[in-house]
């Protein structure tokens, strides 16, 4: 990870770099993921990529093999983890992105949530 592509100041660039634990989920050299800390369903993780991209406005088309690669990973990473199979299984992907999209940490990622309902939220 170069240093243009992480931001000190950032609590998940921090998680991708081990400085601050996290229970990984999936790792390679473009994303990485990780058990979200609050949890609203049974299956709840979070996918990142590497280099901070502080939102889903900012993705542009240079960022086409990296979104194709996230998009990939969800079906696989959510059988993983417990996730039940499609269609009576499932689980649900969200990306809050902005302010007035519920977004906290400004480092893109997608939630995946999954698992028996009811869920604590959701
Ligand atoms: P947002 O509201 O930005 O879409 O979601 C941020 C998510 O990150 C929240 O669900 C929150 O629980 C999770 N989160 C925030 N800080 C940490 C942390 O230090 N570790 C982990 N594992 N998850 C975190
Ligand atoms: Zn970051």
Not at 43 to 72: E, N
Request: with cysteine; glycine share 10%.
């Amino acid at each position: 990870m170069s240093a243009a592509e992480h931001d000190p100041n950032c609590i998940f660039c921090k998680i991708v770099a081990k400085q601050i634990p996290s229970r990984l989920v999936y790792e390679d050299a473009q994303v990485y993921a990780f058990h979200d800390i609050n949890p609203w369903a049974p299956v709840h993780f979070l996918l990142i990529p590497k280099a901070h991209i502080p939102s889903l406005a900012q993705v542009t088309p240079a960022h086409g093999d990296l979104m194709g690669h996230v998009m990939a990973l969800i079906p696989r990473l959510a059988l993983q983890e417990g996730c039940n199979p499609y269609p009576d299984g499932g689980y649900r992907v969200v990306t809050n992105t902005g302010t007035e999209g519920g977004q906290e940490v400004r480092h893109l990622h997608f939630h995946i949530m999954g698992g028996p309902r009811p869920w604590l939220r959701g």
